[in-house]
């Protein structure tokens, strides 16, 4: 089992920047592949930024170059940088551990883990 605990979130003025940490219990080596998941009202789930165990990190084409996605393996902890915030950055934003047999964020999890979501409000 892997318990995930986001924090971080809040509110930031266009342009500015948030951290957002996911302390896991348990290794985070018991899962293959950590992300950053956010969620607009009513719509899906989608990914912001992974990182794999082996360090390969992977962003949706909205973010790139403003948000950085790291993992600290002897805190158990995965962070993502949010830089040069805009307003449709609001969001909430959900941490995830997965185990993948391939394909990672393409193909479905064999197992994953979600913690509780922290909210970004991105606004002036």
């Known amino acids: 089992q892997l318990q995930l605990v986001e924090s971080g979130g809040g509110l930031s003025q266009p342009g500015g920047s948030l951290r957002l940490s996911c302390a896991a219990s348990?290794?985070?080596?018991?899962?293959?592949?950590m992300g950053w998941y956010r969620q607009y009202p009513g719509k899906q789930r989608e990914l912001v930024a992974g990182?794999?165990?082996?360090?390969?990190?992977n962003y949706a084409d909205s973010v790139k170059g403003r948000f950085t996605i790291s993992r600290d393996n002897a805190k158990s902890t995965v962070y993502l940088q949010l830089n040069s915030l805009k307003p449709e950055d609001t969001a909430v934003y959900y941490c995830?551990?997965?185990?993948?047999?391939?394909?990672?964020?393409?193909?479905?999890?064999?197992?994953?883990?979600w913690g509780q979501g922290t909210q970004v409000i991105v606004s002036s």
């Open positions: 348990g290794s985070i080596f018991s899962v293959n592949a």
């Open positions: 995830n551990g997965a185990i993948y047999r391939d394909k990672y964020w393409v193909t479905p999890p064999i197992k994953d883990y």
């Open positions: 990182i794999t165990s082996g360090g390969s990190t």
